[in-house]
């Protein structure tokens, strides 16, 4: 990494200084006075879009509904869990419902004042979700009544994933745990010194084939036994570098992202990787910064960049393919496949359509004016978000560009390098 290079972090994402109480809203670059402590303006304001939006594909939206008051402006990871004909969601005020996939309609709700803020994950007839007070839950699918709720050590950022008989959860002191789903009690957990500065926020954790792979900060991830809890192995995808604790910042935020025996993973002022999951070696890495996320097919990875461009990569070398930058700064979401296409929230309520063959924008809706909170969900050919406000919304694409149809061969452009902006 050069340490010299600007270092930008997004508004939406904090940084914590661990063990004080100081909480600094993301900036653009390490110059902090556009934050509200001097009169600098903001060094890199979002991209306007053109006047006329594209029109390979045709954008509807299905329906919305309001789900409680959102997530009070803070960075959390509320995100919609679609299962059969029902979304479930949940905001920050407490609420949390199950809605009717096809129209929106509210099946049932429960006003708590559980400050929700990772989740919810869906199995059979059970949901769990975390809060920012530490408080975990499990509740019945059916009307959202409660299984059990324990309390566990620290702030819940991340999705609680329902694994095998586990919920695991990984909280923002790095904890991870083992939380019995029957009876909510603790089977294991495993934690790790978090460095001075981090981002505020956590992976989710992923099941792997024998195991489960979570992403912490310091740039490591590991492959947790799901008996015990202990490492089967972790290797550090990004070692932090530089000269300040700003530019060590080298957290995986995003969720790992599993196909067959690999993992692939990007790390903030890092790298993506490639990591093989029978042996924990690093395949390859390639310098690019980002915590949105990222999706993965067998034909190519798209991320989205701390600079809020998305890539493709070759999954086999992570070799750049195409770069959209025509989004820059306005707070996408990670990209999820949907079709023949890519699809992104931003900070204006925008959904983009974006070709998976050339990156091209294919279309966008604006579902309301507030920011996509949380990476959309697809199941079928329809999209569901979830917005800053509350807002939750079904849409769907029409067009060539749409249908679920392989895109081109990886050959079709020429590989460009990945590099961190």
Not at 368 to 394: D, F, H, M, R, W
């Amino acid at each position: 990494m050069n340490a010299h290079r600007p270092l930008r972090i997004q508004r939406r994402t904090l940084l914590i200084g661990l063990g004080s109480a100081l909480l600094l809203q993301g900036c653009g670059s390490l110059g902090l006075g556009w934050m509200g402590l001097g009169r600098e303006k903001d060094p890199h304001p979002p991209t306007e879009l053109t006047k006329t939006a594209p029109q390979e594909v045709q954008i509807r939206t299905l329906w919305t509904t309001d789900i409680g008051k959102g997530n009070d402006g803070r960075a959390l990871s509320l995100d919609p869990a679609v299962i059969g004909n029902r979304v479930y969601a949940a905001d920050h005020s407490g609420t949390i419902a199950a809605l009717n996939a096809a129209d929106g309609r509210l099946l049932w709700e429960r006003k708590t004042r559980i400050p929700f803020s990772g989740g919810p994950d869906v199995d059979g007839e059970r949901l769990a979700v975390g809060a920012s007070n530490g408080e975990l839950l499990l509740l019945s699918t059916r009307d959202g009544s409660q299984r059990w709720r324990v309390q566990l050590g620290s702030e819940i950022l991340s999705v609680p994933r329902i694994i095998g008989d586990l919920v695991v959860v990984h909280t923002i002191d790095d904890s991870v745990y083992g939380i019995d789903l029957n009876d909510g009690s603790e089977r294991w957990r495993f934690g790790y010194q978090a460095p001075i500065l981090t981002l505020r926020g956590s992976s989710s954790p992923t099941a792997g084939p024998e195991g489960i792979i979570v992403g912490v900060s310091s740039g490591r991830l590991v492959y947790l036994d799901p008996v015990q809890g202990l490492p089967i192995w972790e290797v550090v995808v990004s070692p932090p570098s530089g000269r300040t604790e700003l530019e060590r910042i080298a957290d995986i935020d995003t969720d790992p992202v599993v196909l067959g025996d690999q993992v692939f993973v990007a790390s903030f002022n890092g790298d993506l990787a490639a990591v093989e999951i029978s042996s924990g070696a690093v395949l390859w890495r390639r310098e690019l910064s980002a915590h949105a996320g990222l999706a993965a097919t067998p034909e190519a990875l798209y991320i989205t960049d701390s600079n809020d461009q998305l890539w493709a990569a070759d999954p086999t070398d992570g070799a750049g393919r195409w770069r959209q930058d025509a989004l820059r700064y306005r707070q996408l979401t990670a990209p999820v496949v949907i079709g023949n296409a890519l699809a992104v929230g931003d900070l204006e309520g925008y959904v983009h359509w974006v070709s998976r063959r050339d990156g091209r924008l294919l279309g966008r809706e604006r579902v309301a004016k507030a920011a996509v909170a949380s990476t959309p969900v697809v199941a079928g050919q329809t999209l569901y978000v979830q917005l800053e406000n509350g807002t939750i919304a079904a849409l769907r694409a029409t067009g060539a560009a749409s249908r679920a149809t392989s895109p081109a061969s990886p050959n079709a452009e020429s590989p460009i390098p990945l590099e961190r902006n």
